[in-house]
């Protein structure tokens, strides 16, 4: 029986960069994935993917809106060859998971393809090929999530699908039906509209994006109603029933009258659940909350001290980026080290277009603990560089403590978001105020301008180009 020093259950994003820095710190590492690819849901099936998909249809979108104004054109008609589509997002998939092979090998870390479950607290069993067993000092819980249902839908993969089939369609929906206005249910919907697609998004809450700034939700609505989405907000959804090529939604809206919905393709997408299936948690003396989450303290150490876990099977945001955060953390933490997470200063991004970040407290946290704030907010469509690209929808704003001026929430929205949250992150980190921020050269033209303007307005409301 082979033994290790620490064994790692689930190779997505958490899982692997955990093995890897247990490996970095001398330790004798395993990791264990039953699917045959490595990289858990975020490279497979998850971020990657729709990533992929997400930038070749707005190529797509650029050559029949945009190019023409740019002094582009292309004779003949444009068109979408969605198989070449799906082909490509695949090889990225391909080239991503075969690096994640690549960091195994080169950091010595033992891979086995099978099913893990604890057969006690030190000992694991591998169904694969064939059934295995190894031995762990320590072991690393990262069997991430899966898409969560509501329970009167049947999900059928065919009409009425979730983001894993929405990935990998032969066709392009004419009308599809989006249940859930949160990041996965917008991205796709996007993907599916710029190619063609009637999009209506249905949401039980009052905005879309619930849990960011409201100020982001309120944009995002208007631009997406701008691109012609149907958004339904405030809507309970009752039934999703499919009749041949058919898929009807039936809805209570805001006054409790029933609508009706009918498309040729349903995405449920409403959030994602902890995967603990076939794990057989309670022979390690490992506790799962009543939610399905496993159970952890603050050093991410489950009931069973040797025993850990990350990312989305414990509580907080199921993000890629939090878990690699808390797979790090444990590594160390096992070594001896003394690490620390700051859970307010994980970003949150949409990858629609405009990209919609934050990071830290919203308005309404603010409000809610009483906290006394000042706001300083900049638009995009201000700044040359937006001009310059047409990317003028979005704003930037910054929330600061009326009194110290730290900054204690940055939100924004427009084009680059993703990669511009970065550098509120640093200014957070180094508890920055917002007059820091204002003081910093920032290159002539970026989008980032649009940071320091927000900083600016923020400190005496004295904004230079508004």
């Known amino acids: 029986m082979n033994s290790y020093d620490v064994a790692v259950i689930g190779s997505g994003p958490g899982g692997y960069v955990a093995a890897i820095r247990c490996a970095q710190l001398g330790m004798k590492t395993a990791i264990i994935e039953k699917y045959s690819t490595l990289g858990g849901t975020c490279l497979n099936v998850g971020c990657i993917p729709s990533k992929a998909l997400l930038d070749s249809s707005h190529h797509y979108e650029d050559a029949i809106k945009h190019f023409e104004e740019h002094g582009i054109e292309i004779p003949g008609e444009i068109k979408v060859n969605l198989k070449q589509m799906i082909d490509r997002k695949q090889a990225v998939v391909d080239q991503t998971t075969g690096g994640i092979d690549f ?72 009308h599809l039906i989006v249940i859930g206005g949160g990041v996965i249910g917008l991205e796709l919907g996007q993907v599916y509209k710029r190619l063609g697609a009637e999009v209506s998004v249905i949401e039980y809450m009052d905005r879309i994006i619930p849990t960011m700034d ?33 898929v009807i939604v039936k809805a209570n809206n805001k006054k ?129 560089r937006s001009r310059a690209s047409m990317d003028l929808d979005g704003f930037v704003k910054i929330l600061a403590d009326k009194t110290t001026d730290e900054i204690l929430g940055v939100h924004m929205i427009g084009a680059r978001a993703a990669d511009m949250i970065a550098e509120a992150v640093v200014a957070m980190e180094f508890r920055a105020s917002a007059e820091d921020v204002s003081r910093m050269s920032h290159a002539h033209p970026t989008f980032t301008e649009a940071i320091k303007e927000a900083a600016l307005a923020a400190t005496e409301d004295r904004a230079l180009h508004i």
């Open 214 to 246: 409201s100020g982001l939700s309120k944009e995002l609505n208007k631009v997406l109603k701008k691109q012609k989405f149907q958004i339904n907000i405030s809507h309970k959804v009752k039934s999703v029933e499919r009749k041949g090529d058919e």
């Open 103 to 174: 960091l195994m090998k080169k950091n010595k870390i033992d891979v086995y393809e099978g099913l893990g479950s604890f057969k006690d607290a030190t000992h694991i069993t591998i169904a694969g090929k064939e059934t295995i067993e190894i031995e762990a000092k320590n072991t690393i819980i990262a069997t991430g999530s899966k898409p969560s249902n509501l329970p009167f839908i049947s999900i059928d993969k065919e009409r009425i699908i979730t983001s894993t089939e929405a990935l990998k369609l032969t066709e392009i929906p004419k």
């Open 256 to 384: 409790g009258e029933e609508v009706e919905f009918k498309g040729d393709y349903c995405l449920v997408s409403v959030g994602r659940r902890p995967y603990t299936d076939g794990l057989n948690a309670e022979a390690a003396g490992v506790k799962l909350t009543d939610r399905g989450q496993v159970e952890v303290n603050e050093y991410l150490q489950t009931s069973a001290s040797n025993i850990y876990a990350i990312g989305d099977v414990v509580k907080g945001a199921m993000l890629a980026h939090k878990a690699e955060e808390e797979g790090v953390f444990v590594a160390e933490t096992i070594a001896g080290q003394k690490p620390h997470i700051d859970y307010n200063l994980i970003p949150g991004v949409v990858y629609t277009w405009p990209e919609v970040a934050s990071v830290g407290k919203t308005e309404e946290q603010l409000k809610e603990a009483g906290v006394e704030y000042k706001t300083g907010s900049f638009p995009m469509r201000a700044l040359g």
